[in-house]
């Protein structure tokens, strides 16, 4: 609360491009990019802000329900029009955005929801940042894990678990690091 910030940054330097402060009111957690907009989801206050994706003005808030009551993490489905959220527990939701979505004042319409579970039929929770790939699959980062799963977006099932922890392994963090937290896709590969 009063550090969350929307930022263009360029990926050569690293340098802030444009930042938007967060009103301190708010912790925010996964964006999604939509038809050159940008939906933020806050963390417990059931709101998802929407931004233009080039000025990053804000241009009005929706509401939205998870089942743990949270946000955590957003991505988006292009070809069914769908944001899809992560709540940090084993649930995953599947949302459309009004068509009057720019007039305020309303919200995501949940559609369903999938239970993340490994192929034993294990629930897996603590899902946290998400990203979304064409192909019909969700990927997570685990909340205190060094894991990346990729999740079958119809079923839920577990299909890939990806080991992390050597991308920063835990002998080489300072004391204040908890974990990887945050993914993202490279839609090339």
Known sequence: YGKSSLRIIDTVTGNVIREKKIGKQYFTEGIAMVDEKIFMLTWKEKKVLVF??????HL????????????????????NKQL??????????????PDNFMEGGTSLKFIHEI?????????????????YDDRGFIY?????KDVVLKIDAHSGTIVEHYDTSALYPKNKRSRTADCLNGIAINATD
């Open 84 to 97: 899809i959220t992560s709540d940090g527990s084993d649930h995953i939701g599947f949302y459309t955005i």
């Open 140 to 144: 997570a980062n685990v909340w205190y």
């Open 60 to 79: 009005v808030d929706l509401r939205f329900e998870t089942h743990t009551g949270q946000g955590w993490g957003l991505t988006y489905d292009v070809a």
């Open 115 to 131: 239970t993340t579970k490994d192929k034993k039929g294990n629930s897996v929770g603590q899902l946290n940042e998400l990203e």
């Open 52 to 57: 233009d994706g080039k000025s990053l003005e």
